[in-house]
């Protein structure tokens, strides 16, 4: 690969006028004539999906990736990790060995106590996978997951733990995981942006989330997410202005293209044949948007499944279901936040509405994708930038980052599994220790790219997203 | 093609200095642009990654010999140097670059490596490092004057390549005009162009555009992405932070060319100055504008390290051109940056007073925070005068008293104003204060008897806003109190402060008297000086029966009041609430009545008076009101009262007093709140304030929890020319800092700052990383001419304008930009420049552009707060902490100049996004220009440009029929239309005007679109040239300047 280089951006868009220009010829009747085709876009637009990997580095196992980003951290103990030694413990000092001296975010300061988990376990599906009692559908798909009980991150705050779990660093301007798998892989659709993102938010536990989480940071801004709106319109500017029909935006943009063919003709600038190639994409996203929304082709039933009051709703059943629609017009990241699980209070509360909210529709979503024999190629992450501690803070957990636990399914996934383990007191990550960046460079590499080769040149430097760190995790690879 | 005519002095230079440039390996052109990307990462400063304990950028380390005895280079011979055999071994195994390191070495670049050691391997220290050296200037092309012509005509007559023709006038004027105010040129400033024959036309219009003020705020766009300036702290809730004053500041200091070394002194250590001055220490804002938290659970000491590493971050980049990041946590792996120069570095910023946690939580104490919620500001700051505010204060003020004038002049009939004046006349000789204070009676009902939970929900009925009312509590109440009687002119006692639920009432006999305004007063030593008191109060109305009807205020002030917040925006009034803090004096406040009130001979004006505090003090009632409740009897309002004639300031006293003149009181209570927000001319700026400086240790591996590293005292880098170093006596000061960057020991930033102008103007930095002067950056193009540039800044008084007149002057900006087909073998990135570099205008000027050629942008004004254009709705909506609601600007604010955008760090307004401007978490010193859809689909549908297209298409409307789309073109392309343009666009609005013919209500919502109005005689027409406009500024010609 040619790692992105911002200097030698700038300095290519003079040597990409002589690739185009020797594209379309250098005279103006050639331009024009181009231009006169209405399949003068995809002279170019080639140019625009495709990624710096000329081929991908290792096996392709997956073709996308669904991210539920559990935003504000849920309760691992809760859900994924039984600790009946803890439950044992509850309402009793925490062992001081466990803590001294490790990073505390709100119960800074303060006497720490146990908590034991507040549901029962059970174990689920042929595996026998052991997860919570009150998640009967994520439960259902037990078969289909690979538990990951010891993860680690680095950061306690919501901010910037969000930031490094999407960009391995905490340092501003690194793009986000799906810039990469944008920038690497480039996108199989030109109708959509490549890297989506939807938000919703939970009745409790709300944390605040920054669009920084899908900026492509350092790389050009057409690999950044582009965040679909539940108020209002769905992409920002996507609708025509009031009063402007779809036949008369064609006018206009037939018009735009007219005078920039007329610009051309006496300019050499390759950008003029770039941002005529960008206002066919865009009238074309214009033009898939509208359809992407409509859900009337989706089965009563479907809904049902979801979960889904009403369509379109911005709630994260709703979203789930998009998410399935994004997938399967080859949109290569699609980033769902929701904003449920800053339980430092009302925890078993909490817990209750994120099963009526988040269990059903992630169940169905990846029945769903199965269904469709889609789940094959796709990839799901399912977790927060954080856990909870296993100590109590009044009636809920604080963050924790020593040990939590996400799951993934799908794409290359070894289903039907749990890997690694916390101490007994669900604390620290001790077997099979998994950090951010082993994450990353393992969801990577199901996606064909190794993670020491998709650099980025910045400052003099090769930015990667697993930094100098990362380790592929096999165990968790079918 | 013409020819300039400075080839041919040129060719000789070049063939003078050609005899040693061929056949030389240079250590800094050459071997160490391979070594750094190949070698360094294991044979370079990081002791830690090092290979072999071989290290080659030390020439005296590379020259001994290696644990196995082999010596890595050898001078002179190439055959007995290890690292020759190495890049030429056929060896997998023994082969560098390493099969690790995926990077592979060209034939040619290994054939370069063998040169350089046969000629002897001289390294040269790196070039951005060394000191600079003034270089010979090339001899001067014929007729010229500037020396960046001789030095980039001698590379290009070297190369044997002919410069471009100058670019047409019309195209020169407006990439002036673009690159120095970031407006384009009218057309009357075209055609005078064109007129003006001189010789010195051009320059003419160079230094008129260097002295419009809109050259400071196109220059301030640069800087404040160096200085990462935005309206929210970043972090988490990302609330407003007030640091305004200092985007006034960075635009004034362009504006008046202020010497960039005091610029650079007074952003580094305003406050540290002799007598500092308001302007420096709003200056020093610039050490506050890093992000900053108030998360709750946010470690205080985990953020101190995150706010001190970035600003090393920052401080490095903007001055030194150096990424000093990686050195947090390592030695630089290919400068020679250590670990230790970012901590010695970072130890000079540790006296600048900031809070970890902008919060005082139980778990992480702030005590002098005690209080500050997510509306408060972010300490320290300081009020200073604002010329901005100051110049809206007096219009607004002239605005005011033109409206009562207006009222005045349309006032035919004086009845009611002579009979007001006579009941006024009679009242003030009673009362010659202009203030009743009749007996009553005050009495304290209890709390309800109501469940707590109940109480609780019901217990905030507070006035809200300006016109709301009195709520009465619903729930039954106990049997009242006695009341207490007191006499005209009493002061009461308050039996105790007022707790939630209670009631404290006062009634007042007032009479027949109408009352406008209430005013209560608190007595010097009502309570003890500097104790508080949190006050709300309603008022009524209660009949014979004991019913009351609610009275309503509309605008309150004490003559003492803290501030309270909304979002860090003080609110300037007491409508929502008083807390007062007790001076060791009286104190008064005034409520303004919504309508004055008389009550009848069965009635009394009651006051529920709510305050923790039990006070002592007076109530009063008045028939005379005021724009500005604390001047109701005010001394110059008293003898105003006294002139018998109907002048604008009798008419004020009498709209305001008698209430009865609804439409014009609401234009003028408007006005009133929008002048009370000019804050009298003042705002308050965030600033650098010393304090006793944190401990600053090396953080290994930057951990903030490693407190295993030596502490470090405020020091020079250690790679840069004229170390300075703090001593157990003297602890060197951001002052020491800033006399060292401007000092004739450091090279480095005027390299940095001439190589940043110059991208400006030409596209491309002579170094093309902005960012990084270090050995990972580019040697530059012309590396005489950035030295002779640098010397030229630094030793002639760090002139910025003249620097850039310099630039804009030379005929190498003057060049046509169309890029050059012929030279794309021998310089396919035009880095010599035989032509001008065409560039899209950046975000904030695609929008000025627009706005501009639409006649909508206020140009009128300089500086100021920040303003709101239209953005997509509920685009804030996962911030919390406090949730955001969006309103657009109304008024004129709306069509501001984007550099004037509200800068929300986390939701950066999607147009600005799109267009490449960063959210300025960081110092960024170069934007990147993509080419997307998303900014197709801005330019075509988002509101701004939807209006502007349409305001444009009036400007057009009113001129004659066969002149609009020539002026259209003069306006968008600062050009005349060319005849092959005109036909299809004729085609276009003849489509559109039928349609719109036919589909009427489609013509009326376009042409709706936005906060303005065009005047339409035929809407159809209107909104098909709102189309035809829509193409003129889409297209690509309109937001690039060639």
């Known amino acids: 690969m040619r790692p992105y280089d911002p200097v030698a951006h700038a300095l290519s868009i003079n040597r990409r006028s002589f690739l185009t220009k020797s594209a379309y010829g250098l005279g103006s009747a050639a331009f024009a004539m181009l231009a006169a085709k209405s399949g003068f876009s995809d002279l170019h637009a080639a140019q625009f999906s495709k990624g710096v990997l000329q081929k991908p580095d290792l096996p392709v196992k997956a073709k996308r990736v669904i991210f539920l980003c559990m935003a504000g951290g849920p309760p691992h103990l809760e859900l994924f990790d039984n600790k009946p030694v803890l439950k044992s413990l509850h309402g009793q000092a925490f062992p001081e060995s466990f803590t001294k001296g490790k990073q505390i975010a709100q119960l800074q300061n303060t006497v720490l106590k146990a908590r034991g988990g507040s549901f029962e376990f059970k174990k689920w599906g042929k595996s026998g996978m052991e997860l919570t009692d009150i998640f009967p559908h994520i439960g259902g798909v037990a078969d289909d997951l690979c538990v990951v009980r010891s993860l680690k991150t680095e950061q306690i705050n919501h901010d910037t733990a969000h930031a490094f779990f999407n960009t391995g660093s905490i340092i501003k301007g690194r793009p986000s995981m799906g810039s990469w798998l944008l920038y690497g892989l480039g996108s199989e659709t030109e109708n959509l942006p490549g890297y989506i993102v939807l938000t919703s938010a939970g009745r409790t536990g709300q944390q605040p989330i920054s669009s920084r989480q899908w900026s492509s940071g350092v790389l050009p801004s057409k690999y950044q997410g582009i965040q679909f709106q539940s108020k209002g319109e769905a992409v920002h500017y996507i609708g025509n202005p009031e009063g402007v029909c779809q036949s008369t935006q064609r006018q206009v943009i037939d018009e735009i293209r007219r005078l920039n063919g007329q610009l051309a003709e006496e300019t050499v600038d390759p950008e003029i044949a770039t941002r005529v190639a960008q206002y066919e994409m865009a009238f074309k996203m214009q033009s898939s948007v509208p359809e992407l929304l409509d859900f009337k082709s989706e089965s009563a039933k479907t809904l049902e499944n979801y979960g889904i009051k009403e369509v379109g709703d911005g709630s994260f059943a709703s979203n789930c279901l998009m998410a399935r629609r994004l997938a399967e017009r080859g949109v290569r990241m699609i980033q769902l936040y929701h904003r449920a699980w800053d339980l430092h209070g009302g925890l078993d509360n909490g817990m209750k509405m994120g099963a009526e909210d988040v269990d059903k529709a992630t169940g169905a979503l990846i029945r769903d994708l199965k269904e469709r024999g889609m789940l094959d190629d796709t990839l799901i992450l399912w977790g927060g930038e954080f856990g909870r501690t296993p100590m109590g803070q009044g009636t809920g957990r604080d963050h924790h980052i020593a040990g939590y636990s996400v799951f993934l399914a799908g794409g290359g996934i070894k289903a039907g599994t749990t890997y690694g383990a916390t101490d007994e007191l669900g604390y620290n990550a001790v077997e099979n220790v998994v950090d951010v960046h082993d994450l990353h460079a393992t969801m990577l590499a199901l996606m064909g790219i190794d993670h020491h080769r998709l650099n980025v040149k910045y400052q003099g430097l090769d930015v990667r997203l697993t930094g100098v760190a990362g380790k592929v995790v096999k165990g968790i690879m079918a | ?1042």
């Open chain 2, 1 to 1042: 093609m013409r020819v300039l005519p400075l080839v041919a002095p040129f060719l000789v230079v070049g063939l003078l200095g050609a005899a040693e440039s061929t056949d030389t390996v240079r250590f800094n052109r050459d071997i160490r642009p391979i070594m750094s990307d190949t070698c360094f990462h294991c044979h370079g400063f990081d002791p830690k990654s090092r290979k072999g304990s071989l290290r080659l950028d030390i020439r005296d380390d590379a020259l001994k010999a290696g644990k196995s005895g082999a010596i890595a280079i050898v001078p002179g011979k190439p055959d007995e140097s290890e690292v020759i055999k190495r890049l030429f071994t056929k060896d997998e195994d023994d082969v560098m670059p390493n099969k690790e390191s995926h990077k592979t070495l060209t034939a040619a670049q290994k054939d370069l490596f063998r040169r350089w050691v046969a000629q002897g391997a001289v390294y040269e220290p790196h070039w951005a490092y060394k000191a600079l050296e003034a270089p010979v200037v090339p001899a001067l092309p014929t007729g010229g004057k500037n020396p960046i012509d001789a030095f980039i005509g001698a590379k290009l007559a070297e190369k044997k390549i002919r410069p471009s023709a100058e670019a047409s006038k019309e195209r020169l004027l407006r990439r002036a005009s673009l690159d120095l105010t970031g407006l384009p040129p009218t057309p009357a400033e075209t055609a005078a162009f064109l007129a003006d024959g001189s010789a010195d036309a051009y320059e003419k219009q160079v230094d008129r555009l260097l002295a419009s003020p809109r050259f400071g705020e196109r220059m301030a766009v640069w800087w404040l992405d160096v200085a990462r300036f935005a309206d929210t702290v970043g972090y988490h809730g990302d609330q407003n932070q007030r640091i305004f004053p200092y985007r006034d500041y960075v635009i004034n200091a362009f504006n008046t060319n202020k010497p960039f070394d005091v610029f650079t002194r007074e952003q580094l250590a305003g406050d540290l100055l002799p007598n500092p001055t308001e302007e420096q220490l709003v200056a020093s804002g610039y050490n506050r504008l890093n992000m900053m938290t108030r998360e709750g659970g946010a470690q205080v000491k985990e953020y101190l390290a995150k706010y001190g590493a970035e600003r090393v971050r920052s401080v490095s980049n903007a001055w030194l051109g150096s990424t000093f990041g990686c050195a947090e946590c390592h030695d630089h792996k290919f400068d020679p940056i250590k670990s230790a120069d970012f901590y010695t570095l970072q130890a000079f910023f540790a006296d600048v007073k900031q809070w970890g946690v902008y919060a005082d939580y139980n778990y992480t104490p702030e005590p002098e925070l005690k209080g500050v919620g997510n509306d408060h500001p972010f300490y320290p700051e300081v009020r200073t005068k604002n010329a901005y505010r100051t110049k809206k204060d007096a219009e607004f003020r002239a605005e005011l008293a033109s409206l009562y004038a207006k009222t005045l002049a349309e006032q035919k009939d004086q009845t009611d104003f002579s009979a007001w004046q006579k009941d006024i006349a009679a009242f003030l000789s009673e009362h010659p204060t202009g203030l009743l204070s009749p007996a009553g009676t005050f009495f304290l009902k209890a709390a309800p008897p109501v469940a707590p939970a109940k109480m609780a929900a019901k217990a905030p009925a507070k006035n809200t806003d300006a016109t709301s009312v009195a709520k009465k509590p619903a729930a039954k109440k106990p049997a009242a109190p006695a009341p207490v009687a007191f006499a005209a002119g009493a002061t009461i006692k308050m039996p105790k402060g007022v707790a939630k639920g209670e009631d404290f009432a006062i009634t007042l006999n007032t009479g027949a008297t109408p009352i406008a305004s209430v005013r209560i007063d608190i007595p010097k030593g009502s309570i003890p000086a500097d104790s508080a008191a949190n006050i709300t109060a309603r008022f009524g109305i209660v009949d014979a029966k004991g019913k009351e009807r609610p009275v309503a205020f509309h605008l309150a002030d004490a003559t003492h009041r803290e501030p309270r917040y909304n979002s860090t925006f003080e609110l300037t009034d007491i409508n929502a609430g008083w807390s007062l803090k007790m001076p060791d004096a009286d104190v008064h406040a005034v409520w303004l009545l919504d309508t004055p009130v008389t009550t009848k001979a069965d009635e009394k004006f009651v006051i529920h008076f709510e305050s923790n505090a039990a006070l002592t003090l007076k109530a009063s009632v008045s028939p005379l009101s005021h724009d500005d409740p604390l001047k109701v009897t005010a001394p110059e309002t008293l003898s105003s009262h006294k002139d018998p004639r109907l002048t604008a300031a009798t008419v004020a006293l009498f709209l305001n007093s008698r209430g009865t003149d609804r439409a014009t009181l609401e234009k003028t209570r408007t006005l009133t709140t929008t002048l009370r927000r000019q804050y009298d001319g003042y705002a308050w700026s965030m600033v650098t304030q010393a304090t006793k400086p944190l401990t600053v240790r090396v953080l290994p591996r930057g951990n903030f929890l490693d407190e295993t590293g030596p502490v470090v005292l405020p020091t020079t880098p250690s790679f840069l020319p004229g170390l300075r170093t703090s001593t157990e006596q003297k602890r060197l000061t951001r002052l020491d800092l800033a006399d060292w960057i401007n000092s004739k020991d450091n090279p480095i930033t005027a390299r940095t700052v001439m190589n940043r102008l110059w991208q400006i103007f030409h596209g491309t930095g002579l170094s093309a990383g902005l960012d990084d002067l270090g050995s990972q950056g580019e040697l530059p193009s012309h590396p005489e001419l950035l030295e002779w540039l640098s010397l030229e800044f630094r030793d002639k008084g760090w002139d910025v304008k003249k620097m850039i007149r310099l630039m804009v002057t030379s005929r190498t900006y003057r060049q046509s930009s169309s890029l050059r087909p012929d030279l794309k073998e021998t310089d396919p990135n035009n880095r010599l420049l035989a032509s001008q570099n065409p560039r899209r205008l950046d975000a904030e000027f695609v929008r000025d552009n627009a706005l501009f050629v639409a006649g909508l942008l206020n140009i009128a004004d300089v500086g100021g707060p920040s303003v709101k254009p239209y953005q997509p709705e509920g685009y804030y909506e996962p911030m919390q902490f406090p949730n955001r609601t969006y309103v657009a600007s109304k008024d004129s604010d709306q069509w501001r100049r984007g550099l004037y955008m509200h800068w929300q760090r986390m939701y950066l307004h999607p147009m600005l996004i799109n267009f490449d401007a960063p959210s300025r978490d960081e110092c960024t010193a170069l934007r990147s220009y993509s080419n997307t859809p998303q900014q197709a689909l801005t330019l075509l549908n988002d509101p701004t440009f939807v209006e502007a297209a349409r305001a444009m298409a009036a400007r057009l409307l009113v001129l004659p029929a066969g002149d609009r789309l020539g002026q259209g073109f003069r306006l968008a392309m600062g050009r005349d239309i060319k005849p092959a343009e005109r036909p299809s666009l004729e085609k276009l609005i003849a489509a559109q005007t039928a349609y719109y013919k036919t589909n009427p209500a489609e013509a009326a919502k376009l042409i709706k679109v936005g906060f303005s109005q065009s005047l339409a005689a035929d809407p159809a027409e209107l909104a098909a040239w709102t189309q035809a406009c829509r193409v003129l500024l889409n297209s690509h010609e309109a937001i690039t300047r060639y």
